[in-house]
């Protein structure tokens, strides 16, 4: 199958296992069935939101969207480096911030190159008129992020942000969207786990992924590293607590094994079930059958027939498996029978994410969630440590008129003089970094600016530019009407008084 112009996707998987390096076993799916877990692809900085473990730089929230020829030339990206079939996460920031139109031209792009298509959002303005537009562009999957870090004004607990949830799998429900929900997991909701993994089991009809991100110090966030109570053994043995069993965590390999743990279960009667439980017999699967590509976009008929096709030509998997599926039926028969044959797939997914000041050089060449930037894809760990060189970075592109055409990030006001304050140190001494080449007689005049008391009338003035050019109310017209606590907007006003 050709993924595009030179690349086979057998070469794209030859790429992979070369990279995963000694992290390229025999239940590995990355270089075997995938060539990578999923890919971000952020067409907005902006959130409506401030969370308290938050990934964005300081300046996200005055950053400007990229133009969506660069969003398209990304989503072509996707497809050159890792081939048709791949997850995409459509992201941010939150990617309902974007203009409505673009966004469902961004997904309607994806889906047209064969990209599995994700809204990985907040909820806030994901109203179930947009999911359904989305879903008739072609996104396959939303992802709602909620928990106690966004510290959304009413709902001080995991137990109340229930209601939000509930509200969200409403939203979606008949769209024919995979529902997904990610949770970070910190140091002041761990106790709370147990309740969470209930949550997502009594739903699992509807709800089919629980992801739970653990605390990690990168990006403007403000709580910092986590503590010792969390780390990934213990969010797994929470989740095992609370369904009363053990789980053969590790039986299914999703890139580097201190990074992500994946478990697929079956719940029946809110009873949960492993999906694999003999690595042994799950290597020779995959390699038997890596030559399937069929994904969900393809169709459940699809998918089975050609399964069907496969086994009629390998005969011995048909008994191989037959036993494996009347072990697991006997283990089940009892919920089986009180659910009345109702089963559902749910799994779990705990992603240990890498402090921005301690990156491991191995986890990074084996990983395998990536981001596409303007200069290819990066490792997520190491994009949010380096988030400011992405985003501040000027880009050329070319309009739908052909006509070439520079994007900059930040507007003339916000770059005062071309000079853009990172942020204060531990001695706090302010940092400042060069957005474009200044002479050495701007840097001298920005340096006499910067360091003058600021003109109280100057900085209201940009403050309401910033205000108006940002907000998400008036620009989009979105009602916050969950009661999240807003994003802080960087204004011209911080900029001054930190210079």
């Known amino acids: 199958m050709t993924c595009s112009p030179g690349t086979t996707r057998n070469q794209q998987l030859a790429s992979t296992r070369k990279r995963m390096g000694e992290h390229f076993i025999p239940n590995q799916l990355l270089g075997r069935t995938h060539t990578i877990g999923c890919v971000a692809v952020e067409i907005t900085q902006k959130c409506n939101l401030d969370c308290t473990l938050c990934y964005l730089s300081e300046h996200s929230q005055a950053v400007r969207d990229i133009p969506i020829q660069e969003v398209f030339k990304r989503l072509d990206n996707v497809l050159k480096h890792y081939g048709p079939g791949t997850s995409v996460q459509i992201t941010g920031g939150d990617p309902t911030l974007r203009k409505r139109s673009e966004l469902i031209d961004i997904v309607a792009y994806a889906n047209q190159l064969g990209l599995h298509t994700a809204l990985f959002t907040n909820g806030i303005a994901a109203t179930r008129d947009l999911l359904t537009e989305l879903a008739e562009a072609g996104l396959n999957d939303v992802a709602f992020h909620v928990d106690t870090t966004q510290e959304r004004k009413g709902y001080d607990d995991e137990h109340s942000l229930n209601a939000i949830r509930e509200e969200y799998i409403e939203r979606a429900k008949g769209l024919g969207l995979m529902v997904i929900f990610n949770t970070t997991v910190h140091t002041d909701n761990f106790e709370e786990l147990p309740m969470l993994v209930d949550f997502f089991v009594q739903n699992a009809d509807a709800v089919s992924f629980a992801s739970f991100q653990l605390q990690a110090e990168t990006g403007r966030g403000e709580w910092g590293a986590r503590t010792d109570v969390v780390d990934p053994l213990t969010v797994k043995a929470a989740i095992e607590k609370t369904i009363s069993k053990a789980l053969p965590w590790e039986k299914v390999r999703i890139g580097h094994s201190d990074c992500h743990s994946y478990m697929p279960t079956l719940v029946a009667d809110n009873q949960v079930y492993s999906v694999v439980d003999d ?212 204004s011209n006003q911080k900029t001054l008084e930190i210079g």
């Open 279 to 490: 690595s042994a017999l799950f290597a020779e699967f995959i390699e038997d059958f890596k030559h399937i590509q069929t994904t969900r976009q393809h169709g459940k008929a699809k998918i089975v027939r050609d399964y069907i096709q496969a086994l009629l030509l390998r005969p011995h998997w048909i008994w191989r498996l037959a036993k494996v599926t009347s072990a697991k039926l006997l283990e089940m028969r009892s919920s089986l029978v009180k659910s009345r044959g109702r089963v559902h797939k749910l799994s779990f997914f705990v992603q240990n994410f890498m402090d921005a000041s301690a990156l491991q050089q191995d986890r990074i060449d084996a990983c395998s969630f990536m981001v596409m930037t303007a200069d290819g894809p990066v490792s997520m760990c190491k994009h949010n440590a380096e988030r400011d060189e992405h985003i501040l970075k000027p880009l050329s592109y070319t309009n739908h008129r052909g006509q070439v055409k520079q994007y900059q990030p930040l507007g003339e006001r916000y770059r005062e003089d071309n000079v853009i304050p990172i942020r204060l140190l531990a001695d706090d001494k302010p940092v400042h970094e060069p957005i474009i080449e200044a002479s050495n007689e701007s840097n001298s005049e920005s340096s006499k600016v910067l360091n003058q008391e600021p003109n109280q009338d100057v900085s209201q003035e940009l403050s309401q530019e910033l205000n108006q050019e940002l907000s998400h109310e008036s620009v989009h017209g979105v009602n916050n009407d969950l009661g999240a606590r807003p994003s802080s907007v960087p």
